[in-house]
């Protein structure tokens, strides 16, 4: 038997960390998943808000790509990284002012310069935060009359309370950002206006239109597009859907959507006299709760092209909208919307044998099977799309074949100094991804104005004498998020509930703590086994080097300690202790175990400086 091995290396060690890796913003996960099993709450906050302005609200709704990544989910279950990063932010009454992590905080001396940024929602914003702490005059216009983009348009209030999203801004504006509502690019202002008055735009307009349907029966009263469905109800305007409600679509949108269809509707909470008014304006209208509310839709079904198990939505979502009792048609897509007297009486659908062909490009197949769903509306919740009517030939910004502006490297545009992020620069993403391209482009049009960023890394291994895991950490079952019982799940009440210090705590407590190795010291092994034999996860080997196959750093590293290349050595002539990182466990037995000290634990902390001139 032969086994490829990897001579460890920085890069190799940062790899043991995947919930990091895997992280657009690199956020400090594992350690403030530590910190919270350690009682130290407000290091875990300002670990988690270090590289994220939106902390709160992806501690909420974070697609969290952490989770996917971690090693614990291939014990059991990966740790709840998400619902842990709402308990460190929830641990503080932010709203009260209290944020330990702008305590101090100096705003510097102006630059000079001004930077135009056209959408308020979260890539836009975060690059108006970064921008801000450099020193540039931001001004953020946005067409809807609050500022957030989709995380108040798109977002249901049950998922993501408004008083969340006006913090988050809030807090953002403090830093000197000017806001601008009601401000439509192409029509209340244009491109070139922007790029005469500001030395350089941002455009973080996102996908706000929803994809149509060609069929029949596409124009009848009582057809809806999702996105514009969504954008109504969460500004509080009274949609009429009917008794029976058929949604086409199988992501979050669509969840999103029949999850709000069967809820009550708000009155508009932005009413405010003053377009520059930005998020202040909200906190009255929602204190005194001016709402008039009426019946939500009786009977949701959700008709997708992909079986329950291929659905593009999380499978929690999916469980918790079964549970409040909306039904599936899967495996159906629609064939025309039926209609009299020019209204909606059904949805014709045919049997979806396969939606993607053999190279997973969409091409569904169908089969003669058909049958009509009865409803009195349709939503149609298939995809989005950019609007790009902002944009003139003299604007030299070139469309990218997929209808989503063409962007550089920088995140610069066709267009000297204009640049985009988020959606509208790369199709749909997860939110974490834009607060990743906001930071980005904040750094681009930084250099692109002739500042300077310059980056140094800091690393060093930290040896842990004792090192000990929590006890019983293995055994310890992933930590149900508590929900609302679903006798109260209505109108706008928060579904999710978050965990309690005790949940929070013994859900942390099951972090294997990736960011610790097990370092081994050639010169003291002496091929004893005993690690071999102690380790409860047979995660260590001992094997003769003949069997060991490497990159050429391996075969440096044998050329220079036994003077013979790899293909030279004899059997029994040396031995290596090989270890397979995906099975440790932290546990230390081995380094307690080794009679020569040649094992220790320890830690490799790295902390990245970026400093602007």
Not at 229 to 234: A, E, M
Request: glycine content about 10%; charged content about 25%; aromatic content about 6%.
């Amino acid at each position: 038997m032969s086994y490829r091995v990897t001579v460890p290396d920085r890069e190799y060690f940062e790899r043991n960390i995947p919930c990091r890796t895997a992280c657009p913003i690199h956020t400090e996960c594992g350690r403030y998943v530590q910190a919270i099993a350690l009682g130290r709450d407000e290091e875990a906050y300002m670990l988690a808000r270090a590289p994220n302005p939106f902390a709160y609200v992806l501690g909420r709704i974070c697609a969290h790509p952490c989770e996917d990544a971690c090693r614990r989910g291939k014990i059991d279950e990966p740790i709840s990284i998400c619902a842990l990063k709402r308990y460190a932010t929830d641990r503080h009454n932010l709203g009260a002012g209290h944020d330990p992590a702008r305590r101090g905080q100096h705003l510097p001396e102006r630059r000079g310069k001004r930077v135009a940024i056209v959408g308020a929602g979260v890539c836009g914003l975060t690059c108006a935060h970064d921008l801000a702490l450099l020193g540039y005059t931001v001004e953020v216009f946005e067409s809807a009359p609050v500022p957030g983009g989709m995380l108040y348009l798109g977002i249901p209030h049950f998922r993501l309370p408004r008083e969340i999203i006006k913090m988050e801004v809030d807090h953002i504006l403090g830093l000197g950002v000017t806001l601008h509502t009601r401000v439509t690019l192409g029509r209340d202002i244009s491109l070139a206006e922007l790029r005469s008055r500001f030395d350089a735009v941002m455009l973080a307009t996102g996908l706000n239109k929803g994809r149509e349907l060609s069929i029949p029966g596409a124009h009848l009263d009582g057809v809806f597009n999702g996105i514009d469905f969504l954008i109504n109800v969460n500004l509080g305007y009274e949609v009429d859907l009917g008794r029976r409600v058929a949604v086409v679509g199988g992501g979050n949108v669509a969840i999103d959507v029949a999850r709000s269809a069967i809820r009550v509707v708000q009155e508009p909470a932005w009413k405010s006299g003053s377009e520059e008014s930005g998020a202040g304006g909200l906190q009255p209208a929602l204190d005194a709760a001016r709402m008039a509310l009426r019946t939500g839709a009786e009977r949701v079904c959700m008709v997708s092209l992909e079986s329950r198990e291929e659905m593009p939505a999380w499978k929690i979502e999916v469980d918790e909208a079964e549970r409040e009792g909306i039904t599936y048609e899967n495996g159906w897509g629609p064939k025309a919307v039926l209609g009299e007297n020019g209204k909606v009486t059904g949805l014709s659908v045919r049997r979806c044998i396969s939606v993607f062909d053999e190279q997973r490009r969409f091409n569904p197949r169908f089969t003669e099977e058909e049958k009509v769903i009865e409803c009195d509306s349709v939503i149609l919740a298939i995809g989005q799309q950019a609007d790009l009517s902002f944009l003139r030939g003299e604007d030299a910004v070139e469309v990218a074949p997929r209808g989503i502006l063409k962007i550089d490297d920088n995140l610069m545009t066709t267009a000297p100094g204009v640049f985009a992020g988020g959606d509208v620069a790369f199709g749909p993403r997860v939110l974490v991804e834009a607060v990743a391209n906001g930071h980005k482009a904040a750094r681009s049009i930084h250099n692109h104005l002739n500042g300077q960023v310059k980056k140094s890394l800091l690393s060093r291994f930290r040896v842990f004498q004792d090192w000990q895991m929590p006890r019983g950490y293995l055994s310890t079952p992933r930590q149900a998020v508590p929900t609302l019982p679903l006798n109260r799940r209505i109108g706008i009440a928060e579904v999710e509930l978050g965990f309690d210090e005790q949940q929070g705590r013994a859900e942390a407590a099951r972090c294997l703590k990736c960011q610790v190795n097990t370092i081994f010291d050639g010169s003291k092994c002496i091929l004893c086994n005993g690690c071999v034999d102690v380790c409860p996860e047979s995660c260590l080997r001992l094997v003769d080097l003949v069997q060991v196959q490497g990159d050429e750093r391996y075969r440096t590293l044998i050329e220079k300690a036994l003077g013979a290349t790899p293909g030279q050595l004899r059997p029994g002539q040396a031995g290596a202790i090989i270890k397979d990182e995906e099975k440790c466990i932290r546990c230390a037995l081995c380094a307690q175990r080794c009679p020569t000290h040649a094992i220790t634990m320890e830690a490799l902390e790295q902390q990245e400086r970026e400093v602007f001139e």
